[in-house]
Structure formats: structure tokens, C-alpha cells
């Protein structure tokens, strides 16, 4: 059992960057495969990023290509979602996600393991 932590959400001015930790329990963090995914009021939840635990790589949305970064620290068990030229449209809660079958990174019901969520909001 793997319970995670979200952490960092806010109120942002559009444009400026913000980041989100997401704390992991659990002494077999490292060999999960982990992603961030959001979700706006009225509105699906869709994915924004993933990584792959056994080769490193990460994946995003088209939405937040180019504007957010996902990594993580296996030492201290947690990833990061590092959030840059926040627009107003990535208003929205975020959730940790952990233990995806590679490669569906992208599909929710992949994922066994779920935070409670931040809010994030960017004002205009």
C-alpha cells in the first residue's frame, strides 16, 4: 500500500511558476512509475505527466509541453511537478499518481495508487 501526499498548490499570478511535491510512503517508491494529473471544475480528469521509474523518461500533456517539468527524488521519496507560465487555464486540482503499467502513462485507470489533491489557481 502506497499512500501519497500532495503539497505546493496556490493562487498564482498567470505567468509565474509554481511547484508541487508529492510525498510518497513506502520503502518501494523507487520502482513505482509515477504522474501528475488534474482536474477543472465541471470537467474530466486528464493527465499532464508521467515518468518512468526504470528508464527516467517523462511525458506530458500537449497542453503543458514546454511549461512544466515532472521529476523525482528517490532519496526522499517524492516527486515534483515544477510549473512555469502558469495560464489561467491550468486552474484546476492536481493529483499524484502512482504505479502505472508502462507504457500507458497517459490513462488513469492505469494507476493503482491516488493523492487527495492540491488546488492550483492561476489569476489573470
Known amino acids: 500500500q502506497v499512500q501519497l501526499v500532495e503539497s505546493g498548490g496556490g493562487l498564482v499570478q498567470s505567468g509565474g511558476p509554481l511547484r508541487l511535491s508529492c510525498a510518497a510512503s513506502?520503502?518501494?517508491?523507487?520502482?513505482?512509475?509515477m504522474g501528475w494529473f488534474r482536474q477543472a471544475p465541471g470537467k474530466e480528469r486528464e493527465v499532464v505527466a508521467g515518468?518512468?521509474?526504470?528508464?527516467?523518461?517523462?511525458y506530458y500533456a500537449e497542453s503543458v509541453k514546454g511549461r512544466f517539468t515532472m521529476s523525482r527524488d528517490n532519496a526522499k521519496n517524492t516527486v515534483y511537478l515544477q510549473m512555469n507560465n502558469l495560464k489561467v487555464e491550468d486552474t484546476a486540482v492536481y493529483y499524484c499518481?502512482?504505479?502505472?503499467?508502462?507504457?500507458?502513462?497517459?490513462?488513469?485507470?492505469?494507476?493503482?495508487?491516488w493523492g487527495q489533491g492540491t488546488q492550483v489557481t492561476g489569476s489573470s
Open positions: 513506502g520503502r518501494t517508491f523507487s520502482t513505482y512509475n
Open positions: 499518481a502512482a504505479d502505472y503499467r508502462s507504457p500507458r502513462w497517459y490513462n488513469r485507470s492505469e494507476y493503482r495508487y
Open positions: 515518468i518512468n521509474t526504470s528508464t527516467g523518461s517523462s
